[in-house]
């Protein structure tokens, strides 16, 4: 009853909405997160989008007056990329601007007022690419500032624009993880460098002496880089008062590609690699459960404080996350750890600090939906957190100095939303919806989107799904049924824009999207994320198959005999374990990007941690035995049942599934005869980024689903 309740209410407002097409998203505006002064009266935030008629990329900043509401363009200047509010006021800024006049692959820093970008003035010109720009003024009215970029073994900047090219292009590796994502790894690694502004007479600045390095240097069983890898600034912070710095790395004394674990460190700014103390090193606070992936630390506005999250297991990337807070300044280096609502079951995976040091606000995925939880410092390990936002996952927020936070999130409806919301959870002020105010965005709105709870028989928990409604969706037209399973497997289908797969796109097509969340989803419990552990082929499967029984038994307005599966990453696995069981053969057609056909070339992947994880164990003889997830799980074991035309997407940068198992899902669907497709982007890694491409994705992948579902008329899918 709850279910139908949801869906019905959701249907009794639904009016006419215009259609968006893959072009009008893709071309669509893209927005950055909205970023406030010090004294909340306005904030910057920049806007993107493409033109597919000229082939050119746009981009601006555009301020937000945030006591009146007013937006305004900024500038226009694309060689900005970063701006922090740092200076004597509170307009005051200083920003990196993407070139320098020397050419040769660096950056340049300039000071200004936000109110009078023409008088900015440059400080200095510096060598290499540096990004990740964190500052704040000391005592003397100096700017201390961080950044990083990729630095050599010895310490030093590297910038490809200067570095030396090598007769040979040969690689040459001693240990494992060689590369990750769609980067082969090198000698060069991330780096957090900390410099001096000197304020001079005439009200600038100029740099004083050269860049410190604080991490290279760090060596054991492998050395340390922050950001880590693939990630960015989001892995340091400066104390406010400009005194100290944190970051973290990847724990040194285990093996990068079999561990998740990380380290976080504290080194005073004029301090160097030398001088990095560990905060939470393993078996060094009082709790040694708590050995997993950390993110986010932060220093609280007082500068007393250090808060972080992290995980509980020393290799799994989906774990349980709690938040832990450090001391600063303390007699030998004693951190003191905390740990504020040890038992809550969600996993935060952003924080912010409230004004007053005393309240810690995280994000946390929350029943389909990335909602905010005030902590107070004083919460017990049995404090259970309560949201304050509802609706949407945010892309960014911050706490103004009147107490509210100023949100900037997305929903399925919308690209960006930006508003303020009380620390009670009350919305105070909207100032931009992008669904009313983008042309290519016009009409959608929360009533095109629904979701029911249905049984299964893997949980006495029911499980959600999102159902998402087509242009002129009327309850009494029937639809073709647009069945999507999600990556992961541990995540979630959530409330959000996506350029990738976005749902409201692939409704408009004609058709009834359903996205539900199974076992390994994350949001519902820790339980439900753990419990796809070693059962990827049973629980995550069974639990779609009792969706797809509920829409076909309740939903009247779906036509589920002429429905279509898509999934990419664990969806495509999912998608590929569906074509040779009984599910397979329930849909019309069937799409897989870059998803594993053969379980048994798991350890071709980079992060092995993952599938030591979630196969109970490394790959070794024992995978060929029957009881083992490697060999159990395997789409291969079935493929004598491949039947339903099939459209396969792997791109060739993708080194967390490698080329190989599109092309061989692709070579077995055609010597078997079953209708196929393969295409495939030499320049994109597990996701489709280019707008060029993501267009031909669209395209292609529609006329093949639309021809099967009898969406479209045409003579053929090719």
């Not at 990329?81 to 950056?107: A, H, L, M, R």
């Not at 790395?249 to 976080?264: E, G, M, Q, R």
Request: proline letters at 6%; glycine letters at 8%.
């Amino acid at each position: 009853m709850k279910s139908q309740t949801l869906v019905a209410a959701a249907l009794a407002v639904l009016p006419r909405a215009l259609a968006i097409t893959p072009e009008l998203m893709l071309a669509a505006n893209r927005y950055s997160d909205a970023q406030p002064n010090p004294s909340g009266d306005l904030a910057l935030f920049t806007v993107s989008n493409y033109t597919f008629e000229t082939k050119e990329h746009a981009s601006w900043w555009n301020k937000l007056d945030l006591k009146t509401g007013k937006i305004s363009k900024w500038t226009d200047d694309t060689d900005i990329s970063e701006v922090v509010f740092v200076g004597p006021k509170d307009t005051s800024i200083i920003y990196i601007n993407g070139t320098n006049e020397e050419g040769d692959g660096g950056i340049s820093l300039y000071s200004a007022d936000v109110n009078d970008l023409k008088s900015a003035k440059l400080i200095a010109s510096l060598p290499a690419p540096y990004s990740g720009l964190k500052a704040a003024q000391t005592k003397s009215g100096d700017i201390n500032f961080l950044v990083y970029t990729k630095a050599y073994p010895n310490g030093t900047a590297y910038n490809e624009n200067l570095a030396s090219t090598p007769a040979s292009t040969a690689r040459l590796y001693n240990s494992i993880y060689v590369r990750h994502w769609d980067t082969w790894l090198t000698a060069e690694k991330n780096a957090v460098f900390g410099g001096v502004l000197k304020k001079s007479k005439g009200g600038s600045y100029e740099l004083s002496g050269k860049l410190t390095n604080y991490v290279t240097g760090i060596c054991n069983v492998t050395c340390a880089e922050s950001p880590y890898d693939q990630s960015d600034q989001s892995d340091y912070d400066i104390a406010p008062d400009g005194s100290g710095v944190v970051f973290l790395t990847k724990d040194t004394t285990l093996p990068l590609a079999n561990y998740t674990a990380d380290v976080i460190y504290y080194v005073p700014f004029h301090g160097n690699a030398k001088d990095a103390v560990p905060i939470q090193a393993r078996g060094t606070t009082k709790y040694p459960e708590t050995q997993g992936a950390a993110v986010v630390p932060r220093f609280s506005p007082d500068g007393k404080k250090i808060a972080y999250l992290q995980m509980y297991g020393i290799a799994y990337e989906s774990d349980r996350s709690s938040v832990y807070v450090a001391d600063v300044g303390k007699k030998n280096n004693n951190f003191n750890v905390q740990r504020l609502a040890g038992k809550w079951d969600r996993a935060p995976d952003g924080l912010v600090w409230g004004k007053d040091s005393k309240t810690i606000y995280v994000a946390a995925p929350d029943l389909g939906h990335e909602r905010i939880f005030p902590i107070p410092l004083t919460a017990g390990e049995n404090y259970v957190p309560k949201n304050i936002t509802n609706q949407g996952v945010p892309a960014g927020f911050y706490t103004l100095p009147n107490g509210n936070l100023l949100v900037s999130d997305s929903k399925i409806w919308t690209s960006r939303d930006i508003y303020t919301v009380s620390p009670q959870g009350k919305v105070v002020k909207t100032y931009y919806q992008a669904n009313k105010v983008d042309p290519g965005l016009k009409g959608l709105g929360p009533e095109d989107v629904s979701e029911f709870y249905y049984s299964t028989n893997t949980s006495t928990t029911d499980q959600q799904a999102w159902i998402i409604y087509p242009e002129g969706f009327s309850k009494d037209k029937v639809y073709p049924l647009a069945f999507i399973s999600h990556g992961g497997p541990q995540g979630a289908h959530f409330n959000s824009w996506s350029t990738r797969w976005n749902f409201k796109v692939w409704a408009d097509q004609g058709y009834v999207v359903i996205a539900p969340n199974p076992t390994a989803s994350s949001g519902w419990g820790q339980n439900l994320t753990d419990s796809v552990q070693g059962r990827w082929g049973s629980y995550p499967y069974w639990d779609l198959v009792h969706a797809w029984q509920y829409v076909n038994s309740t939903l009247d307005y779906v036509d589920t005999a002429n429905g279509i599966e898509a999934g990419a990453s664990f969806g495509g696995y999912m998608t590929n374990w569906m074509q040779g069981h009984e599910m397979g053969r329930w849909f019309k057609a069937l799409v897989t990007h870059d998803g594993s056909t053969s379980t048994l070339n798991q350890y071709a992947s980079e992060e092995l941690w993952f599938m030591n994880h979630d196969f109970a164990g490394p790959f070794n003889a024992s995978a060929f035995s029957t009881s083992s997830p490697y060999w159990e799980w395997n789409p291969l074991l079935y493929s004598n049942n491949w039947a339903t035309p099939h459209f396969v997407v792997h791109n060739e940068q993708d080194f967390r599934l490698p080329i190989a198992e599109g092309i061989l899902l692709f070579n077995v669907l055609q010597t078997k005869g079953v209708p196929s497709r393969l295409l495939s982007f030499p320049d994109e890694n597990h996701w489709v980024l280019n707008q060029e491409n993501s267009l031909v994705w669209h395209t292609e992948i529609f006329k093949w689903i639309n021809y099967y579902s009898g969406i479209s008329k045409a003579s053929s899918p090719y």
